[in-house]
């Protein structure tokens, strides 16, 4: 502890380029904490769903729609307990930067086949009544500050024209995962307006018994092969999969860019630590003729590399997590975002390391120096 | 048994393939309690010598006994102990570190011993008044004048209470008022506190003031 006036001295010997490192050190770990969260999140939407349930869709691609006679024929078909059908809407409220999703589902069976998905019962029984009536996230409520009964305006892009919905439902999701930013209204009042062009995007199926459920799937596929939109059936976890699919292989991109961004701002606070210890080289040299010891001195380095490395790496992690917890502008993408504690745990480990490797060159600098060399140019 | 003893010291600097002798069997001893001037031209081998009795170096064969060490026989970790045990450094540009007080300053060798930090403070604080600056312990070196930096830089040197005190040019950097004022201080210290002193020194003036002066001149010694 004598020595730690010293280090803390030395920190603060160039304020500004002390507060440049950190700050420095601290965006990087405030990128590492988003697209880690980004990475942890989306394996998690690829276990959202329940092993219960299938998913039904045109083989062709999931933006292909399903002819609506199939309703029928799947909640018929042997081991499927109910069935439901699901439309993208792909509307705009207000502002298209504010995305968020929308789904025309069937009102009479959907919430009940997602137990997971809470709706007060009241509300539920509204909104089924009501043919203009939405059932909205709790988070989607909170982030445009819309109320119960509000009717709200959303700009058609698949489907021209402005709608107006009456907000009769608030659901909480039981599972992060699943999120609390989606918009939910009658399948029948899209299909009415749009001149009945509206189709059934997929379905969703509920098994009797979920050991059957490859089996049923390879039914429902056979059943369709040689219609005119054969489909794909498969878990809704898998189906979940898919859909993150669609936007390319965004993990891949994610940890390409995001690495290589990382390790450059880091590299930079590595070369400033470095360069900050060997200006101190004369420095170095009085101290050891003072009685330091070489490796005091090179602890010193590292130890002051340590604070650096750490104190950043943590306002960075913690920032991101403050930030993302208190307004999610991530939310409508990535239900469930938020940063883990594991990673800012992990964070936390890389910037020891970070610390240790900008701090191991100077500190063996300082063992190693000639204090007669050193001393013949500081006098 | 004299403090210091050099017996037989050989050394040669190389630079870029060519070899510089420094010394060559040279000899000398400081008795305790001297206050001794080395003076001589520049590259004779003055801060060499000042380095090896600091063990900061070592000779190519001979021997160093300072307090009855043979330091050309010590690794560098005890010769660091060494020297923050038996050896006050006092230098030319006073090299104090600048983002430390006075105080801290002087501190300094006191963080490699034992003692507590109210007797660190003690200690800091007789040091200070040793050289007349308690009242500016808080002030960081670029608040005091370059005469008030050396006298910090002497209690930084006296405070562990060495055996040996080596002065590099102590007063190569300051004015006249300010180098007699060191001077006087230095010989406080041999007079009044007993310290031995080494003083390496071009001013004639300022070797003057101690007891004798080595001349040193193509290897050796001439007193």
Redesign the interface.
């Known amino acids: 502890m004598?020595?730690a006036?010293?280090v803390l001295?030395?920190l603060?010997?160039s304020k500004r380029r002390t507060l440049l490192t950190l700050a420095s050190v601290a965006v990087a770990f405030f990128l590492f904490a988003t697209l880690a969260s980004v990475l942890t999140t989306l394996a998690s939407v690829t276990e959202t769903g329940s092993e219960s349930r299938l998913a039904t869709r045109n083989a062709i691609g999931i933006t292909f729609d399903m002819p609506q006679s199939y309703h029928q024929r799947l909640r018929g078909t042997p081991g499927v307990r109910e069935a439901t059908h699901v439309s993208w809407f792909g509307g705009v409220y207000v502002d298209p930067k504010d995305f968020f999703a929308q789904f025309a589902i069937d009102p009479t069976v959907y919430f009940d086949m997602y137990p997971e998905v809470l709706v007060p019962e009241d509300q539920l029984r509204a909104f089924r009544e009501e043919r203009t009536a939405a059932i909205v996230g709790r988070k989607l409520m909170e982030k445009f500050g819309w109320r119960l009964d509000q009717t709200v305006t959303l700009q058609g892009t698949i489907y021209p024209g402005d709608w107006d919905f009456t907000i009769r439902g608030v659901y909480e999701a039981e599972d992060p995962s699943f999120g609390e930013e989606t918009f939910y209204f009658h399948f029948d009042y899209l299909y009415e307006l749009s001149s009945q062009t509206a189709r059934h995007g997929w379905y969703i199926l509920e098994l009797e018994d979920p050991d059957q459920a490859g089996a049923i799937s390879a039914r429902i596929d056979a059943m369709f092969e040689n219609s005119t939109a054969p489909t794909k059936t498969e878990t809704e976890r898998a189906f979940q999969a898919g859909f993150v699919t669609m936007w390319g292989n965004v993990g891949f991109l994610v940890r390409a860019i995001g690495t290589a961004v990382f390790f450059a701002i880091l590299l930079i606070a590595a070369n400033t630590m470095m360069m900050a210890a060997r200006e101190r080289t004369?420095?170095v040299a009085?101290?050891?003729?003072?009685?330091?010891?070489?490796?005091q001195l090179a602890s010193f380095v590292i130890v002051e590399a340590l604070l650096i490395s750490l104190l950043g790496g943590l306002v960075g992690l913690l920032g991101a997590k403050l930030v993302f917890e208190s307004a999610d502008p991530l939310a409508s993408f990535l239900p469930g975002f938020s940063v883990a504690m594991g990673t800012i745990g992990v964070g936390l480990a890389i910037a020891a390391l970070l610390g240790l490797v900008a701090g191991a060159v100077p500190a063996w600098q300082s063992a190693r120096l000639s204090?007669?060399e050193a001393?013949?140019h500081?006098? | 048994m004299a403090l210091v003893e050099v017996h037989d010291v050989y050394k040669t600097y190389h630079k870029d393939s060519r070899g510089v002798q420094v010394f060559a069997g040279v000899n000398l001893e400081i008795e305790r309690g001297e206050y001794l001037a080395l003076m001589g031209p520049s590259g004779s081998g003055k801060?060499t010598l000042l380095?090896m009795l600091?063990g900061?170096?070592k000779p190519d064969s001979g021997t160093v006994v300072v307090e009855g060490v043979d330091l050309t026989r010590l690794k560098?970790?005890q010769l660091?102990?060494?020297?923050?045990?038996n050896?006050g450094?006092i230098?030319?540009?006073y090299?104090l570190?600048?983002?430390?007080t006075a105080a801290?300053n002087v501190e300094?060798?006191l963080?490699?011993t034992s003692l507590s930090?109210s007797d660190r403070n003690e200690r800091v604080r007789i040091a200070l008044g040793v050289v007349g600056l308690v009242d500016r312990s808080d002030h960081f070196p670029r608040q005091l004048s370059g005469g008030e930096q050396q006298r910090v830089g002497i209690a930084?040197a006296i405070v562990s209470d060495p055996t040996l005190i080596l002065a590099d040019e102590p007063t190569g950097?300051l004015d006249a008022k300010s180098a007699d004022e060191i001077l006087a201080l230095l010989g406080e210290l041999n007079k009044e506190h007993g310290k031995t002193i080494l003083m390496v020194t071009h001013d004639a003036h300022a070797a003057e003031t101690a007891h004798d002066t080595i001349h040193l001149d193509k290897g050796v010694f001439h007193r």
């Open positions: 004598k020595y006036r010293l001295s030395n603060m010997r004369g420095e009085v101290l050891k003729t003072l009685g330091f010891r070489d490796g204090v007669v001393l013949r500081v006098g | 801060s380095n600091a900061l170096d560098a970790r660091a102990d060494f020297r923050a045990n050896i450094f230098f030319q540009f090299n570190l600048p983002v430390l801290q300094l060798p963080l490699l930090k930084r950097d």
